[in-house]
């Protein structure tokens, strides 16, 4: 939505993308703080409508690496936001890269981050 070239790039050229509830709230609160909530929104809830998008479950599972990554984060000292955290979970669960432009998912070890440029 921010015209992140890198983005746009990458999200074009995949044939699948994997999401979870805690990545579409995250976008849905951003929206709600701007002035084009409801735009954006609509632009979110077509993209989603694609067929290469893939909904990936929270569960139990998810929560077991929720805790490991969490526990080595604490113990490294380097505590990123909790639903980051859900995040890098999720990507650990399914063997997924992470596409991010926050360099803190690189201190998890247990995950393979995808650095995108800012533009």
Do not use: K
Request: net charge negative; glycine share 6%.
């Amino acid at each position: 939505m921010a015209g992140h070239d890198d983005v746009v790039y990458r999200l074009q050229e995949a044939d699948e993308i994997c999401i979870n509830a805690v990545v579409i709230g995250e976008l849905l609160a951003g929206f709600a703080a701007g002035n084009r909530r409801e735009r954006n929104a609509n632009a979110l809830y077509r993209f989603l409508d694609s067929p290469r998008i893939n909904f990936v479950d929270i569960d139990e599972e998810t929560a077991e690496r929720y805790a490991v990554i969490h526990s080595g984060l604490r113990a490294a000292g380097t505590l990123i936001p909790t639903n980051d955290i859900w995040i890098a979970a999720s990507a650990m669960q399914h063997g997924l890269p992470l596409l991010t432009l926050d360099a803190h998912f690189e201190r998890i070890p247990q995950i393979l981050t995808i650095p995108l440029s800012e533009r």
